[in-house]
């Protein structure tokens, strides 16, 4: 395979492009004619104009058309469409530039819209959750501007929310420049909330940033922070404040075995099995889904990481069916992920493909966005079998072959 800068600049044009936009499409798009679209693929003619207005259509920086820079990992001329548009938005609101057209609609709206954009985000529908949250930034900052002076805490709550979504979204799609702008804009929107609670969410969206930036002990370090911060009684707690505490010690545990801590790792799990258990069931609260279920499932990833494989496997035999109909689609399609790395490390090849496999049929397009499913074909490669093959076909990569891995792949797990 070859490598990014190798390409021809209208070969990566071409590429680009993808399938889903032909030439014509493109001209369209950029109002240039069919024949310059045609000369700069056939590396004929490029002109300055040509180029920007080429970038600017497929949501793409010129560096990347140039060979300068790769095209972020599995990103599609839709991704790079969406993740240039919330870029955008996340910047102008943060300097105060909205669109004319933007409404600002009462606090009770924007905080039901917000409900809706992290259910959207927690079904795996990361594209649309972050064309949602453009949407949800821009209005309530349009709402944060018409707020009279002293009764705009509401207002800063919401924004640091819908900023927060955007990080999420960025961090997601390694897009890291946005996702540390966008949570460094919730940041500061969160400093004027009234609300302890978000500003201990918005800590642990900036670690779990720096986890999948490979700055751990800083991640290790916010997430302790936010779930001490938040730590409830147990005896008094509201099943919102259990959500966010769990969901909190939860992600500590995970920062705690990408470390390699197994006893501080355990130490999390326990609290985390407490607030589960405590709550009885799953539960959605302030952008986040937790409850014993996931307690559970997220405890498989952890085993693996600290390389437990015996103990992931025991409590996967623990899960079942029932139990993962609880779970939001992209917990549940993490969990899967973990299962069959699980499987892969205890060297049962066929078990790990199957579970794989499943996943990517039943969800190819949460797929695309992780680095786990390539890790785990790239493990089992030593087996040649049919299904090996199919797995890999699905991926869009040649079986056993160590190429197509992101460089990021061991830091983005």
């Given at each position: 395979?070859?490598?990014?800068?190798e390409?021809?600049t209208?070969?990566?044009?071409?590429?680009l492009?993808?399938?889903?936009?032909?030439?014509?499409?493109?001209?369209?798009?950029?109002?240039?004619?069919?024949p310059t679209?045609?000369?700069?693929?056939?590396?004929?003619?490029?002109?300055?104009q040509?180029?920007?207005?080429?970038?600017?259509a497929?949501?793409?920086?010129?560096?990347?058309?140039?060979?300068?820079?790769?095209p972020?990992?599995?990103?599609?001329?839709?991704?790079?469409?969406?993740?240039?548009?919330l870029?955008r938005v996340?910047?102008?609101?943060?300097?105060?530039?909205?669109?004319?057209?933007?409404?600002?609609?009462?606090?009770?709206?924007l905080?039901a819209?917000?409900k809706r954009?992290?259910?959207t985000?927690w079904?795996g529908?990361?594209?649309?959750?972050?064309?949602?949250?453009?949407?949800?930034i821009?209005?309530?900052?349009a709402?944060?501007?018409?707020?009279?002076?002293?009764?705009?805490?509401?207002?800063?709550?919401?924004?640091?929310?819908?900023y927060?979504?955007?990080?999420?979204?960025?961090?997601?799609?390694?897009?890291?420049?946005?996702?540390?702008?966008?949570?460094?804009?919730?940041q500061?929107?969160?400093?004027?909330?009234?609300?302890?609670?978000?500003?201990?969410?918005?800590?642990?969206?900036?670690a779990?940033?720096?986890?999948?930036?490979?700055?751990l002990?800083?991640?290790?370090?916010?997430?302790?922070?936010?779930?001490?911060d938040?730590?409830?009684?147990?005896?008094?707690?509201?099943t919102?404040?259990?959500v966010?505490?769990?969901?909190?010690?939860n992600f500590?545990?995970?920062?705690?075995?990408?470390l390699?801590?197994?006893?501080?790792?355990?130490?999390?799990?326990?609290?985390s099995h407490?607030a589960?258990?405590?709550?009885?069931?799953?539960?959605?609260a302030?952008?986040t889904?937790?409850?014993?279920?996931?307690?559970?499932?997220?405890a498989?990833?952890?085993?693996?990481a600290?390389g437990?494989?015996?103990?992931?496997?025991?409590?996967i035999?623990?899960?079942k069916?029932?139990?993962?109909?609880?779970l939001?689609g992209?917990?549940?399609?993490?969990?899967?992920m973990?299962?069959?790395?699980?499987?892969?490390?205890?060297?049962?090849?066929?078990?790990?493909?199957?579970?794989?496999?499943?996943?990517?049929?039943?969800?190819?397009t949460?797929?695309?966005?992780?680095?786990l499913?390539?890790?785990?074909?790239?493990?089992?490669?030593?087996a040649?079998?049919p299904r090996?093959?199919?797995?890999?076909k699905?991926?869009?990569?040649?079986?056993?072959?160590s190429?197509?891995?992101?460089?990021t792949?061991k830091t983005?797990?």
């Amino acid at each position: 395979m070859a490598r990014w800068s190798e390409y021809t600049t209208g070969q990566r044009i071409k590429i680009l492009r993808g399938k889903s936009i032909r030439q014509t499409d493109l001209a369209e798009m950029t109002g240039l004619s069919l024949p310059t679209i045609q000369q700069a693929e056939q590396d004929k003619r490029l002109t300055l104009q040509t180029l920007l207005l080429l970038a600017d259509a497929l949501g793409a920086d010129t560096a990347v058309v140039l060979g300068q820079q790769a095209p972020r990992r599995a990103m599609e001329q839709d991704d790079r469409a969406v993740m240039q548009a919330l870029s955008r938005v996340v910047h102008d609101t943060a300097a105060g530039i909205l669109p004319d057209t933007v409404t600002a609609p009462s606090i009770q709206t924007l905080e039901a819209n917000a409900k809706r954009c992290w259910e959207t985000y927690w079904k795996g529908g990361y594209l649309g959750a972050g064309a949602l949250a453009g949407q949800l930034i821009a209005e309530a900052g349009a709402r944060l501007r018409e707020q009279p002076v002293g009764e705009q805490a509401e207002a800063w709550t919401v924004l640091s929310n819908a900023y927060r979504l955007a990080g999420y979204v960025a961090n997601l799609m390694s897009a890291r420049d946005l996702a540390y702008a966008a949570i460094g804009n919730a940041q500061h929107a969160v400093s004027h909330a009234a609300d302890e609670l978000s500003g201990a969410l918005v800590m642990s969206g900036r670690a779990w940033i720096y986890l999948r930036d490979a700055r751990l002990r800083e991640s290790l370090a916010l997430a302790e922070k936010a779930a001490t911060d938040i730590e409830p009684r147990f005896s008094r707690a509201t099943t919102e404040q259990l959500v966010a505490y769990g969901s909190h010690v939860n992600f500590a545990a995970v920062v705690a075995s990408r470390l390699g801590n197994k006893e501080l790792a355990a130490d999390y799990l326990s609290q985390s099995h407490a607030a589960g258990a405590r709550m009885g069931q799953e539960a959605a609260a302030h952008g986040t889904v937790f409850g014993p279920v996931t307690a559970t499932t997220q405890a498989v990833g952890i085993k693996v990481a600290l390389g437990q494989t015996g103990q992931a496997l025991t409590l996967i035999g623990e899960i079942k069916p029932r139990h993962e109909e609880a779970l939001s689609g992209a917990a549940r399609n993490r969990y899967a992920m973990d299962k069959a790395m699980a499987q892969a490390d205890a060297k049962l090849w066929d078990a790990s493909l199957e579970t794989l496999e499943q996943v990517l049929v039943d969800d190819p397009t949460w797929a695309r966005h992780q680095a786990l499913p390539s890790v785990i074909v790239e493990k089992v490669g030593r087996a040649s079998t049919p299904r090996l093959r199919r797995v890999s076909k699905l991926l869009g990569v040649g079986a056993g072959s160590s190429e197509f891995l992101p460089a990021t792949a061991k830091t983005a797990l």
